[in-house]
């Protein structure tokens, strides 16, 4: 009881930290406040008697706890979390709020909108106060991290691997790796703890890119303007018609793969326009990419001029190829989600996390349940039960 008090005290104080990122911003960290979280964890990590590296130009914390092991026979392990939150929801001032033994009724969060919350009556839950998103995503996998750790400096008798810790800022809009290095952290194999409903386990993920749609057209007086004007607003609706109105975030599940238009800004003169393009199969995947192209050139066609560019930029790849020579790390955390009192389940990840490229660089990294739910909304939660057993299961996977 005393373990899980100290968790959720952790947790309620890290979310209280703004660390949005912003994916407008060509420095890195995309924001500079990601830093008071970073500096906070590292001051922890060593009262913890880690040692601590922080990269303060790029802030990355990484971190090492010596096994205390003496037969030196087990690996070090390594555990990963992010230190940002979503762009798409403010979170400044987050007001954490706690529902004791939620009993289906409440303010913000409505079974009715949201049926997951069926499985949660009689739990403890913690919301905002619905401004802002929460930070579970990815807080909840930092004060599990964090919390592991503590338990191990309270209880020196128990026999551990040696613990590898790194928290990265800009996960959430894709760069959270980009000055990871892999020679400051000391394992050569890890988990990210930045999954969802306990005992689902994921190894599979997106292949990702993003495409950039700009379209130039010509702006004349509205009085004059008949076969003279080219509204690059109505061209960049006609452009989002040619995509399939079934194959939207909104309308897939599962291993199906969508187009999402992320942001569109435009006028007369000017649009652009940012899709998400996912798919876990890498046929489908490159097929995808050649739609948005063909998409552009029937624009093109249409008016007999080059108005529409359309640019791809890949993102991540899916780890599933990667990780296929290490489905042990799977395994051992079935085992560690059993002994938490779990069910263990895979699920492919509608989304990616830092293990996807990590893994793609050579450090096989499967992602784990932290007990969160309803990421980057106000509708954010996260459950107190469910968040103990991510961190039993933190736990199991580094004795």
């Known amino acids: 009881m005393e373990q899980k008090s100290l968790l959720i005290e952790r947790f309620l104080r890290y979310v209280k930290i703004d660390t949005q990122s912003d994916e407008e911003s060509d420095l890195h960290p995309s924001t500079s406040k990601q830093h008071k979280l970073a500096e906070l964890l590292a001051g922890e990590l060593q009262s913890l008697g880690l040692t601590v590296d922080y990269d303060e130009e790029h802030c990355y914390v990484y971190a090492y706890l010596s096994s205390n092991d003496k037969s030196g026979q087990a690996e070090d392990i390594g555990f990963i979390a992010h230190l940002d939150t979503s762009p798409a929801v403010s979170g400044k001032e987050v007001k954490p709020f706690i529902i004791r033994s939620f ?62 810790v790194a928290f ?66 109505l061209i960049a609706n006609e452009f989002i018609n040619l995509m399939p109105d079934d194959e939207t975030p909104e309308t897939t599940e599962g291993y199906e793969g969508f187009y999402y238009l992320d942001s569109i800004r435009s006028d007369c003169e000017n649009a ?29 066609e249409r008016y007999k001029t080059e108005l529409c560019k359309v640019t791809i930029e ?3 790849p899916n780890m599933a190829m990667y990780l296929k020579d ?57 459950s107190v039960p469910e968040m103990q057993k991510s961190l039993d299961t933190l736990i199991y996977l580094a004795q």
Do not use: W
Request: proline share 4%; net charge negative.
């Open 168 to 233: 990265t800022p800009d996960e959430e809009i894709g760069n959270g790796t980009l000055f990871f290095d892999l020679a400051r952290f000391h394992a050569k194999q890890a988990y990210t703890v930045d999954g969802g409903k306990f005992g689902i386990l994921e190894y599979e993920c997106f292949n990702a890119a993003m495409a950039t749609v700009e379209i130039k057209g010509r702006s004349v007086h509205t009085g004059s303007a008949k076969g003279l004007m080219i509204n690059a607003s």
């Open 326 to 382: 290490h489905m042990d790390l799977i395994e051992r955390a079935q085992k560690a989600v059993r002994a938490a009192g779990g069910t263990p389940s895979s699920e492919p990840v509608r989304g990616g996390t830092d293990g996807a490229l990590l893994s793609c660089r050579g450090l096989p990294c499967p992602n784990l349940p932290t007990g969160g739910y309803n990421y980057h909304s106000r509708y954010e939660f996260a």
């Open 314 to 316: 890949d993102q991540y």
């Open 272 to 300: 652009r326009m940012q899709f998400l393009i996912r798919d876990h199969d890498l046929d489908k995947f490159d097929a995808r990419k050649e739609y948005m192209k063909d998409a552009a050139f029937t624009i093109n």
């Open 103 to 164: 009993d289906g009724k409440d303010e913000i969060l409505d079974p009715d909108e949201f049926p997951e919350l069926n499985n949660h009556i009689g739990e403890d839950l913690i919301r905002t106060d619905g401004t802002t998103l929460l930070g579970a995503d990815d807080k909840a996998g930092i004060a599990e991290i964090m919390e592991m750790l503590s338990y191990f400096a309270a209880n020196p008798a128990v026999i551990h691997r040696g613990i590898a």
